[in-house]
C-alpha cells in the first residue's frame, strides 16, 4: 500500500454502528459499509412492515437488501490488521457518565461536540459534519453539547419551543400559542431573549458597579486596618511611656519619702544625743554634789557644816530634763499612714480612670457595626430570654411562671432577708445581665408599669434605688394612654405614642442605645436614648397599685 496506517483515514474501515474495525465488512445500495451483523440487527429492529434505512444517511430500502461480503474491503481491513492499526477511537473520545453523548451513533457512543438547538439533537464530529455540509442544516443554532435538550420539547404536541408566552411567563412551542395560550401575548423565543438580555445586561452593570463599590469599600478597609494597626501601636508605644513615667514618678516620690525620713531620723537622733549628753553631765555634777552633800553630813563640828552648807547645798536648776517630754512610740507611723491615705487615693483615681480609659479603647473600634433593626422580624433575631431574680424582689412583689411574671401584692410575702432584696420601692431585677444587642418585650397588666434597664450597684434603699431618678438606671413609665422617661436627678420627658399592652425594649450596650417600641400590629418607637454605657445592665420592673403585673413574653 502506498498509505501507511497511520496515514490512513481510519473512518474508511470502521463501523458506524460498533465503532469498531469491520468484520465480515458488506456494502448496502446506498454505498455506505458495516459489519454483516451489525447491520443486521440493526434492520432486525426497525419497521415490521420491511422499510429499512442506512443508520448514517437515513436513505430507505424495500425490500430489505441482500448482504453481499465487500471482498476489496475486507482484504484493506486484513491488510491494516497486519500495520498494527486501530480503526477504533481512543478511550477519551468515547461518552462517560459526565459526557453528552451523541444521539446518533450506535453501539458505544462518542462524545458530542455540539448540540443542536433547532433539531434537537447533540453529534459527534462525524455526524455533524451534514449541518456544516447541507445548506438547510446550515442555518441551525448549534451550542456546546448539552444534556438539556429535551427540556426544549413541548412533549404534548412534540415540538420545539420556539416561542415565549409574555401572559404565562413561560416557553410554549407554536401550536401552544395557537391552542391553550391563544390570545395570549406571545413573541419568538429569539425577541424575548433580547429583551431579556437587555434587562440582564442592564443587571449586569448594576452588579459590576456593585462589586466595583465593594472593591472600594474592601480598599477602605484595608486602608483602615491599617491605620488601626498603626494607631494601636502608637498608643501602646504612648502609653508604656505615659506608664513608664508614672512608674518612674512613684519611685522619686518613694526616694523623697525615704531621704526626708532619714534626714528626719538624723535630725531627731542629735537632738536626742546632745540632750543625753547634756543629761549625762548633769547626772555626773549631781552625783559630784551628793558626794560633797554626804561628806558635809558627816561634819561632828556644827560651826564648820554651817560655814560650809550655804555653797555646797546650793543646786543649780536642772535646764533639760523639765522640757523632755517622750512620745508615744510612733515616730514615723504618721508618715506610713499618709502614704497608705496617697495609696488608696491613687487606687480610686485609677479605677475611676480605668474605666474612662476602657471605654476610649471600645469607642476606638472602627469596625462597620449592623443598623438598628427595621422591623419587628429583625428585632426578633436579638432576643433573649429573662427571668426576674428573687433575690432582687421586694417582699410584695409574687413571681411565677418561672420567675418570669411579677405582679404587686397586697400584703408582704415570706421572702428571706437578702442584700440584694429592694425595700424602699416595689422593684426587681433580672437574674441576667444584658451586654452587645438584646431585645425582649413586656405583656403589662394594670393601671401603670414602670419599665427599666439599671446597673447590679443600683441601690436597694431610700430614694436613691428608685428606678429613673438617679445616673445608674433608665426608666419607662406606662400608664393609662400615656407614657414618661426618666433618667437621673428626676429629669422627666413626656413621650406620645400609641397605647399598647405590649412593649419592646432594644439595647445595644455597646453603641450606647436604648429604645423603647410599643407592639402590636406594627412596632412604634416611644423613646430613644443615646448614652454610654460602662456596666452591664439588668432588666427591671417597679409597680405602683395592688394588682399591676408584667410579664417577660417568649419570643416567636
Not at 420491511?50 to 441482500?66: A, M
Not at 438580555?197 to 484595608?222: F, H, W, Y
Not at 512620745?327 to 480605668?354: G, M, N, Y
Amino acid at each position: 500500500m502506498a498509505q501507511t496506517g497511520d496515514q490512513l483515514n481510519q473512518d474508511i474501515v470502521s463501523c458506524s454502528i460498533c465503532l469498531d474495525v469491520l468484520k465480515d465488512p458488506v456494502t448496502i445500495p446506498c454505498g455506505h459499509s458495516y459489519c454483516i451483523n451489525c447491520i443486521k440487527v440493526h434492520w432486525d429492529g426497525e419497521d415490521p412492515k420491511g422499510i429499512h434505512s442506512c443508520p448514517q444517511c437515513r436513505k430507505t430500502f424495500t425490500p430489505r437488501p441482500v448482504l453481499e461480503k465487500n471482498t476489496m474491503l475486507a482484504d484493506l481491513v486484513e491488510q491494516l490488521k497486519k500495520t498494527g492499526l486501530q480503526a477504533a477511537p481512543a478511550d477519551h473520545c468515547y461518552a462517560g457518565a459526565e459526557d453528552v453523548a451523541c444521539d446518533f451513533c450506535s453501539g458505544r457512543k462518542l462524545k458530542a461536540i455540539k448540540s443542536c438547538l433547532s433539531c434537537p439533537a447533540s453529534y459527534c464530529k462525524k455526524h455533524l459534519q451534514p449541518h456544516y455540509d447541507v445548506a438547510p442544516l446550515r442555518k441551525h443554532k448549534l451550542v456546546e453539547p448539552s444534556k438539556k435538550l429535551q427540556e426544549n420539547i413541548r412533549s404534548v404536541h412534540d415540538e420545539v419551543m420556539k416561542m415565549f408566552c409574555r401572559t404565562d411567563q413561560k416557553s410554549i412551542c407554536y401550536l401552544c400559542s395557537v391552542d391553550e395560550h391563544k390570545g395570549h401575548d406571545t413573541v419568538s423565543a429569539a425577541a424575548e431573549r433580547t429583551e431579556r438580555q437587555r434587562e440582564l445586561e442592564g443587571s449586569r452593570q448594576q452588579i459590576q458597579q456593585r462589586i466595583q463599590d465593594a472593591e472600594k469599600d474592601v480598599k477602605l478597609l484595608q486602608q483602615e486596618l491599617e491605620a488601626i494597626h498603626q494607631s494601636a501601636d502608637k498608643t501602646e508605644e504612648d502609653s508604656e511611656k505615659i506608664f513608664t513615667e508614672l512608674i518612674r514618678l512613684l519611685q522619686k516620690r518613694s526616694s523623697d519619702v525615704k531621704q526626708q525620713i532619714r534626714s528626719q531620723q538624723e535630725a531627731e537622733g542629735s537632738r536626742v544625743k546632745e540632750l543625753q549628753e547634756k543629761l549625762e553631765q548633769e547626772i555626773t555634777e549631781l552625783k559630784r554634789k551628793d558626794a560633797e552633800l554626804k561628806q558635809l553630813s558627816h561634819t561632828e563640828d556644827h560651826s564648820q557644816f554651817l560655814n560650809n552648807y550655804p555653797s555646797v547645798a546650793a543646786l543649780r536648776e536642772s535646764t533639760h530634763s523639765s522640757s523632755i517630754k517622750i512620745r508615744p512610740l510612733r515616730h514615723f507611723e504618721d508618715v506610713t499612714a499618709a502614704v497608705s491615705e496617697l495609696r488608696d487615693k491613687l487606687q480610686d483615681i485609677l479605677r475611676e480612670e480605668w474605666k474612662n480609659i476602657s471605654l476610649r479603647v471600645a469607642e476606638g473600634d472602627v469596625l462597620l457595626s449592623e443598623p438598628e433593626p427595621k422591623n419587628r422580624a429583625d428585632f426578633l433575631k436579638y432576643s433573649c430570654e429573662l427571668t426576674l431574680d428573687p433575690n432582687t424582689a421586694h417582699r410584695r412583689l409574687l413571681l411565677s411562671d418561672g420567675n418570669t411574671r411579677v405582679k404587686l401584692m397586697g400584703q408582704e410575702l415570706s421572702y428571706s432577708t437578702h442584700p440584694e432584696r429592694f425595700t424602699g420601692w416595689f422593684q426587681v431585677l433580672s437574674r441576667e445581665s444584658l451586654t452587645g444587642r438584646c431585645y425582649w418585650e413586656v405583656e403589662m397588666r394594670g393601671g401603670g408599669v414602670l419599665l427599666a434597664v439599671a446597673y447590679k450597684n443600683i441601690s436597694r434603699a431610700g430614694s436613691e434605688c428608685r428606678f429613673g431618678f438617679n445616673d445608674k438606671s433608665w426608666a419607662l413609665y406606662c400608664y393609662q394612654n400615656s407614657y414618661k422617661f426618666w433618667h437621673k436627678n428626676n429629669i422627666e420627658t413626656s413621650i406620645s405614642g400609641p397605647r399598647s399592652s405590649r412593649v419592646g425594649v432594644y439595647l445595644d450596650h455597646r453603641a450606647g442605645i436604648l429604645s423603647f417600641y410599643s407592639v402590636s400590629g406594627t412596632m412604634t418607637l416611644l423613646h430613644r436614648v443615646q448614652t454610654t454605657f460602662t456596666q452591664p445592665l439588668y432588666a427591671g420592673f417597679r409597680f405602683w397599685d395592688s394588682g399591676d403585673s408584667a410579664k417577660l413574653c417568649k419570643m416567636k
